[in-house]
């Protein structure tokens, strides 16, 4: 058992803040070896019950929970800030190129060092993301995420048509190989495996009716998918299956929307697309960095809300133009704010904090395990400089409210705000 000191940062189930100024987390392994949150509130109330508990003394540091990416592609870490005029233009002259490479295992696994040593850097504890077509990436990032003892979910892409050679599968193998990598990696130690059609246009009915059918077969895995991303891909999508109501009613039609699906961007829906995530479970993986860099859309806040579905924030590295949830979540404060295409809206630091952490993990069906610093939640959590710079430090030293504090964060933070990163005792970072 070990003892924080420090300002704490957390969650209530309702999703508002909890903020102690002189706070203690306690955390202590349970009976399978995981590091697991113990208790969390103020020092003075608790410090008492855990007298005897060695203590480490963060002073001017804050301790929250570590940041959950719903949405990222770990083999588009070396596409990352390359131009492009769209989405489906970028997909063809860098995205799968790029994955091309990932045919060679070593290379894979070169990458996948590096993507999670990024992951950490910049205080995100858990990820869904994206491998490619070679179920060998599959491979690499689970055993790198297992090394580390990183929560992370992923899988194999599917796109059996509409794409070069080099990523693209054939339509009963890539189902076989599916298969056999849920049986290798889902539910051991940390990992989860994700069933991960790139998006309906790169896959053929038959290889999306064969992934429905193993999510039927394999109810607690995820699905991940994009959709309604782009005006261009979504007229395509229309022309590829013009039997389906919509977009997202195609993967509905393929048995690919229940709980534990997750579709990234969700920016062109109607209220029946709205209502369909919301009576299935599906949540969406907002990612308003990839949006505003490809042009794609803004993500309607307000409608998700008023019919009531699911989301969270993601990265979507490499479209996404940062790994930084600070980046992410000032850029989705932008996207709520946009009002000619939706209705505008204000979301504050808190309900923002929430979405890349306690929000986004409830929305991945992790609600009380990651995303927050509740006791019983696994002990992930970030150690945070609020005087990490020059100009962060004038202004967090003036701040008279929570609110302001990490919206000043969200401004003006990055990467260098992230002093250390805490996953089941084991210290990434500065001060690790």
Known sequence: MHVYRSALLRFADD?????????????????????????????????????????????????????????????????????????????????????????????????????????????????????????????????EA?????????????????????????????????????????????????????FAPTSTPEQLRGAGE???????????SHVAENLDEIRWARELFPTSRSYLAVYDDFGLMRERAVYAHCIHFDDDDRVLMRDTGAVAAVSPTSNLFLGSGFFDYAGADRVGFGYGLAS?????????????MLAAYYVGREGRSKQGLSLSPEQLWWQHTAGAAQALGLGGVVGNLQPG?????????????????????????????????????DDRVVEQTVISQAKYGSRA
């Open 15 to 143: 999703g508002s803040a909890l903020y102690d100024e002189d706070g203690l987390l306690a955390v202590g392994a349970d009976a399978e070896g995981r590091q697991r949150v113990l208790a969390a509130g103020a020092w003075q109330a608790l410090a008492p019950r855990y007298a005897d508990a060695p203590v480490t003394h963060l002073p001017g540091r804050i301790i929250a929970p570590g940041f959950v990416d719903m949405h990222i592609h770990f083999p588009q870490t070396d596409v990352i800030g390359s131009p492009a005029e769209g989405l489906l233009p970028w997909l063809e002259n860098y995205t799968f190129p790029h994955e091309s490479r990932f045919t060679d295992p070593a290379y894979g696994a070169q990458v996948a060092g590096f993507f999670v040593d990024e992951l950490l850097r910049n205080g995100v504890t858990t990820a869904l993301t994206f491998a490619t077509s070679h179920p060998a990436s599959v491979d690499a990032l689970m055993g």
């Open 146 to 198: 297992q090394h580390r003892q990183l929560r992370l979910i992923t899988g194999k892409v599917l796109q059996d048509r509409h794409s070069p050679d080099g990523v693209r599968d054939q339509t009963e193998q890539s189902l076989l190989d599916t298969e056999a990598l849920i049986r290798r990696w889902h539910g051991v130690d940390r990992l989860g495996y994700a069933i991960t059609p790139r």
């Open 214 to 224: 193993l999510a039927a077969r394999h109810p607690d895995v995820w699905i991940q």
């Open 316 to 328: 979507d590295v490499g479209g996404g133009t940062s790994f930084s949830p600070f980046h992410t």
């Open 377 to 413: 939640c696994e002990a992930d959590f970030v150690v945070l400089n609020p005087a990490a710079t020059p100009l962060l430090a004038r202004r967090t030293q003036q701040a008279g409210s929570l609110a302001e504090l990490l919206f000043a964060l969200i401004v003006l933070g």
